[in-house]
Structure formats: C-alpha cells, structure tokens
C-alpha cells in the first residue's frame, strides 16, 4: 500500500466510499487537494454532482484510487489555508473517517449539495 495514500487517509476513504465509475457533473482537473495529512498538488480531478463528490488521485508515488463521498457524509465544515489561500475542510463520516480540504473556489460548487446547517 502506498506511503502517501496510508497517510492521507485516502485509502481509508476509498474502501468505505469506493467509486466503481465517475458520475455526473461539473468536472475539474489537475486540483489540489488535501486529504488528511497529505496534499495532492495538482494531480486530483473533482466531479460535482448531485451523488456526491467524486475524487480521482494520481499522486506521483503510489496508485491512483477513486472515492465518490455522498453529501450526506460530509459532517462539519471549517475554514482553512491550502497553500495559503483560503479553503475549507471537510470532515467525512460519522466518526469521522477523514478530512478532505478543497480550495474556496471548489466548495463554492460544492455548497448547492451540502444542507442547510453545513454552508
């Protein structure tokens, strides 16, 4: 198993939300992205949608994995820094399974999906 994916949770994620094909929606490529403790820089695509929140990761050491996170996992929301611009973090699961923090201008697209009480 892949040092990076261990760290980052990524492989956490990808059993319990594991993507068998990309859904529907609003595609971005080469997005940094950070899951745990490990950032992606440029190597993950993001599909948003009404399913959920779909994450492709080639990282440059390890295997690429796919998760597609349902709305309904994403528990709290926090504001952060990627990078230093402004992101937010996304806890996952209930316990929480992991963290996956995405740029503002991401969860600008992600917000329609979330709940109320989320945004």
């Given at each position: 198993m892949?040092?990076?994916a261990q760290m980052s949770e990524l492989t956490r994620l990808a059993r319990h939300y594991p993507?068998?094909?990309?859904?529907?929606?609003?595609e971005r490529f080469k997005q940094t992205v950070k899951i745990g403790a490990?950032?992606?820089r440029s190597c993950v695509m993001v599909t948003v949608?009404?399913?959920?929140f779909y994450l492709w990761v080639r990282?440059?050491?390890g295997r690429s994995l796919a998760v597609l996170i349902p709305w309904d996992e994403v528990r709290e929301i926090q504001r952060t820094r990627l990078y230093g611009r402004r992101a937010m973090r996304l806890s996952i699961g209930n316990p929480v399974m992991g963290t996956v923090t995405v740029y503002e201008e991401l969860f600008r697209l992600m917000a329609s999906y979330l709940s109320q009480d989320l945004r």
């Open positions: 892949p040092l990076f993507a068998t094909e990309r859904p529907e929606g609003v490990v950032r992606y949608g009404p399913q959920g990282p440059p050491l």
